[in-house]
């Protein structure tokens, strides 16, 4: 059974909106913080966003602030991302991770212990 589960992609033209979810299916770990990340065909894993669990801090990588948004429900131990003014340079497969232990680096893969399955999202001209 997957402990994080995506929805949310697809497939929308250029400039329109998507918005991710990531719902932790069991709760048996801690959150520290959650985050975004994806990898586009031919490239590296590259980070997108990420929340505290804990308090409102967000983090967002240069190429997505005022676009992206990241936010979270910790009643419903869900993260989303909400992304607006999408482009073609968008296109990858988005994952969310859980980091379980304060590694801090949220912009960093190495620190998160849980990973989701990915969810596609495809920007069109």
């Known amino acids: 059974q997957e402990l994080l589960v995506e929805s949310g992609g697809g497939l929308v033209q250029a400039g329109g909106s998507l918005r991710l979810s990531c719902a932790a299916s069991?709760?048996?770990?801690?959150?520290?913080?959650m985050g975004w990340f994806r990898r586009a065909p031919g490239k590296e894993r590259e980070f997108v966003a990420a929340?505290?669990?804990?308090?409102?801090?967000?983090y967002y990588a240069d190429s997505v602030k005022g676009r992206f948004t990241v936010s979270k429900d910790n009643a419903k131990n869900t993260v989303y991302l909400q992304m607006n003014s999408l482009k073609p340079e968008d296109t990858a497969v988005y994952y969310c991770?859980?980091?379980?232990?304060?590694?801090?680096?949220?912009?960093?893969?190495?620190?998160?212990?849980?990973w989701g399955q990915g969810t596609q999202v495809t920007v069109s001209l």
């Open positions: 929340v505290i669990w804990s308090g409102s801090n967000t």
């Open positions: 991770a859980v980091q379980t232990y304060d590694r801090r680096n949220y912009d960093r893969a190495w620190p998160y212990d849980i």
């Open positions: 069991e709760r048996t770990f801690s959150i520290i913080a």
